[in-house]
């Protein structure tokens, strides 16, 4: 990837993983639209990076940050969802760290290479 497709890549990730935040604030009452919302933006950092290596981080943080980082909180009672769909958590929870985990890692690989 050109050094020029790789900026505008990275913005637009970028953007999204600040418009993750952004729709679960705008629409905390309303699990269906966080869960359309986070899964299109997920797709739309897949297929601007177009590496198969980020898809491999989105489905392991998909699967293993709700199960690690919400479920033992949850099952010791330390926290709780207000509309829990599966397990305690929200369906859209999965989405979530798939997108933050494919911004981060994105954002830690292209700043590494800069130097």
Known sequence: ???????MAS???????GATLLFMYAF?????????????????????L???RYVLWYIAAFILGPIILDLPGLHLGLWSYGAPQFLGFPLWLPFFY???AVSFIHFVLTTQLRR
């Open 11 to 17: 913005f637009a990730v970028f953007a999204s993983g």
């Open 28 to 48: 905390n009452d309303r699990p269906q639209l966080i869960l359309l919302s986070l899964a299109v933006l997920g797709l739309i950092m897949l297929a601007l």
């Open 98 to 100: 798939g997108n933050v």
């Open 50 to 52: 177009r590496d198969g």
């Open 1 to 7: 990837m050109s050094m020029n497709k790789l900026h």
